[in-house]
């Protein structure tokens, strides 16, 4: 590999917005993406529900997906391998090219209130979420066709809407709808587009980043890598280095290299989720549809929004199969399940943290993650406040099947804070409102991870929004550094 004007670690949803930002401003800019995992599918990034035949998707996804369940845990979710750490039993990761974006579920409501930095430039954040909509390819019109819409919509809304804030609609999906009515899930293939067919941009699976290479403390000179396959070890020099990993191994890659600024690693933020279910009864309008799919695209999914004084947001979606174990005999037909999940505002804390155990290392030299993560008070009055609004609304849409639970801590994969932005080089943050790691010229950083909120959303539509606004500050300073040159 030879130099590069941008290395990108990590092609996930923010790690692709980033080098396409860069690829669309800048077309004459090298960009080296890297991912330690191998390509899932017949394109790169795609999302494995897309994948036509069943046998294809469940070898892919089972090649990624992890093997150990540690105490505490429920087994990893398809395409994630857990970590293994007690304070948060179902964290887990995605080593795969699209990351977490071959596998989500493609929910991406936009924050509200306080969910915003409020240091950001509201303009030019709005802005970004829009860009980021484009790039994700968002609409609220994905389940239009959906028979049960309008009911579940209306049973919600006059339970839960409030005057002033937002009401009960369609979550916002990242899913484009072929003339048959057929969803097509957003992996991060779709943000690419044409990407990886252009000159000067090279996507380079199975490499996994060991370090970032600073020069004086300061200047990113390139990245170590290793080759997953090989074991070989190469250095690859750039003028800017973007580390968009995820909440856990972004931190852990500025860890090994000496970048260590305080709050790494800190303000670890995972949302509290609680689940329900109801059974519906609407004869004549659930029919019999093909087992195998998340969602029936029969009630579509629907969105609960956040809101300051109600720290949760809800999601509603048919399911094909109950996730709650039903009494012996009760007979199911698939799409009659409707599954709940709200998920928690996470009172934000410094101790809540990833750290970096150089005691134990794995076979490539990378330290072993450990987590430091507890529910405050003000957590477990969110807790219980969503699970009787959980409660009442699997209720009011039909037969609750069971309590509504609270899943093991990690359960969400939003896990956010560990490399936060702020407006000041403090000590409360790991980089600045552009993405770029304090006390370094070029080192930038992306991903959930810098989202410095307390959210209660799905967090990758902002994580996106942030990607694009670092992309563009990015590329302006490489361009002045040619100008001054």
């Given at each position: 590999?030879?130099?590069?004007?941008?290395v990108?670690?990590g092609?996930g949803?923010?790690?692709?917005?980033i080098a396409?930002?860069?690829?669309?401003?800048?077309?004459?800019?090298?960009?080296?993406?890297?991912d330690?995992?191998?390509?899932?599918?017949?394109?790169?990034?795609?999302h494995?529900k897309?994948i036509a035949d069943?046998?294809?998707?469940?070898s892919?996804?089972?090649?990624?997906?992890?093997?150990r369940?540690?105490?505490?845990?429920?087994?990893?979710?398809p395409?994630?391998a857990?970590?293994g750490?007690p304070?948060?039993?179902?964290a887990?990761?995605?080593?795969?090219?699209g990351?977490m974006?071959a596998?989500?579920?493609?929910?991406?409501?936009?924050?509200g209130?306080?969910?915003?930095?409020?240091?950001?430039?509201?303009a030019?954040?709005d802005a970004?979420?829009?860009?980021?909509?484009?790039?994700?390819?968002?609409t609220?019109?994905?389940?239009?066709?959906?028979?049960?819409?309008?009911?579940?919509?209306k049973v919600l809304?006059?339970?839960?809407?409030?005057?002033?804030?937002r009401?009960?609609?369609?979550m916002?999906?990242?899913v484009?709808?072929?003339?048959?009515?057929?969803?097509?899930w957003?992996?991060?293939?779709?943000?690419?587009?044409?990407?990886?067919?252009?000159?000067?941009?090279?996507l380079?699976?199975g490499?996994?980043?060991r370090?970032?290479?600073v020069?004086d403390r300061?200047?990113?000179?390139g990245?170590q890598?290793?080759?997953?396959a090989?074991g070989?070890?190469?250095r690859?020099?750039?003028?800017?280095?973007?580390?968009a990993?995820?909440?856990?191994?972004t931190?852990?890659?500025?860890?090994?290299?000496?970048?260590?600024?305080a709050?790494?690693?800190?303000?670890?933020n995972d949302q509290?989720?609680?689940?329900?279910?109801a059974?519906l009864?609407?004869?004549g309008?659930l029919?019999?549809?093909?087992?195998?799919?998340?969602i029936?695209?029969?009630?579509?999914?629907?969105?609960?929004?956040y809101?300051a004084?109600r720290?949760?947001h809800?999601?509603?979606?048919?399911?094909?199969?109950?996730?709650?174990?039903?009494?012996?005999?009760?007979?199911?037909?698939p799409?009659?399940v409707?599954?709940l999940?709200?998920?928690?505002?996470?009172?934000?804390?410094?101790d809540d943290?990833?750290?970096?155990?150089?005691?134990?290392?794995?076979?490539?030299?990378?330290?072993?993650?450990?987590?430091e993560?507890?529910?405050t008070a003000?957590d477990?009055?969110a807790?219980?406040?969503?699970?009787?609004e959980?409660k009442?609304?699997?209720?009011?849409l039909g037969?609750?099947?069971?309590?509504?639970?609270v899943?093991?801590?990690?359960?969400?994969?939003?896990?956010?804070?560990?490399?936060?932005?702020?407006?000041?080089?403090d000590?409360t943050s790991?980089?600045d409102?552009t993405g770029?790691?304090w006390?370094?010229?070029?080192?930038?950083?992306?991903?959930?991870?810098?989202?410095?909120?307390?959210?209660?959303?799905?967090?990758?539509?902002?994580?996106?929004?942030?990607?694009?606004?670092?992309?563009?500050?990015?590329?302006?300073?490489?361009?002045?550094?040619?100008?001054?040159?």
């Amino acid at each position: 590999m030879s130099g590069y004007d941008v290395v990108i670690v990590g092609s996930g949803p923010v790690g692709t917005a980033i080098a396409r930002e860069l690829a669309d401003l800048e077309p004459s800019l090298r960009l080296l993406v890297l991912d330690a995992g191998p390509v899932l599918g017949p394109e790169a990034g795609g999302h494995v529900k897309n994948i036509a035949d069943p046998s294809t998707r469940a070898s892919a996804v089972a090649a990624v997906t992890g093997r150990r369940t540690p105490a505490g845990a429920t087994p990893p979710r398809p395409g994630t391998a857990l970590i293994g750490t007690p304070a948060m039993p179902n964290a887990a990761v995605s080593t795969n090219v699209g990351g977490m974006g071959a596998h989500w579920t493609c929910a991406c409501p936009r924050p509200g209130d306080d969910e915003i930095p409020d240091f950001l430039d509201p303009a030019a954040f709005d802005a970004a979420l829009a860009r980021a909509e484009q790039l994700l390819q968002v609409t609220t019109h994905a389940f239009d066709r959906a028979p049960l819409t309008p009911m579940v919509q209306k049973v919600l809304g006059e339970r839960l809407d409030r005057p002033g804030v937002r009401p009960v609609g369609p979550m916002p999906m990242a899913v484009t709808v072929g003339a048959d009515g057929s969803p097509h899930w957003t992996g991060p293939a779709v943000i690419a587009g044409d990407l990886w067919r252009r000159p000067g941009v090279t996507l380079a699976p199975g490499m996994l980043a060991r370090r970032v290479l600073v020069e004086d403390r300061r200047r990113a000179t390139g990245v170590q890598t290793v080759d997953i396959a090989t074991g070989s070890v190469r250095r690859v020099t750039a003028r800017a280095v973007v580390v968009a990993g995820d909440a856990l191994r972004t931190p852990r890659l500025l860890w090994a290299s000496g970048i260590r600024p305080a709050a790494l690693g800190r303000y670890l933020n995972d949302q509290p989720q609680v689940m329900a279910a109801a059974l519906l009864d609407e004869p004549g309008i659930l029919q019999t549809s093909a087992p195998g799919t998340a969602i029936v695209p029969l009630s579509g999914v629907s969105w609960v929004p956040y809101a300051a004084d109600r720290p949760f947001h809800g999601q509603v979606m048919q399911l094909d199969a109950s996730p709650v174990p039903l009494d012996p005999g009760t007979t199911v037909r698939p799409g009659q399940v409707v599954g709940l999940g709200w998920f928690c505002r996470k009172e934000l804390s410094a101790d809540d943290r990833v750290w970096f155990d150089e005691g134990e290392l794995d076979e490539h030299g990378m330290p072993a993650i450990r987590i430091e993560y507890r529910l405050t008070a003000a957590d477990r009055s969110a807790v219980a406040a969503a699970t009787a609004e959980i409660k009442a609304a699997a209720k009011a849409l039909g037969r609750p099947l069971d309590d509504p639970f609270v899943m093991p801590a990690g359960s969400s994969l939003h896990y956010q804070g560990t490399t936060r932005m702020g407006p000041a080089d403090d000590g409360t943050s790991v980089c600045d409102a552009t993405g770029r790691v304090w006390g370094t010229d070029n080192l930038y950083v992306g991903g959930n991870n810098v989202i410095p909120t307390a959210t209660a959303c799905n967090p990758t539509l902002t994580a996106v929004a942030l990607g694009v606004l670092s992309a563009r500050a990015l590329q302006a300073g490489l361009r002045a550094e040619e100008e001054n040159a």
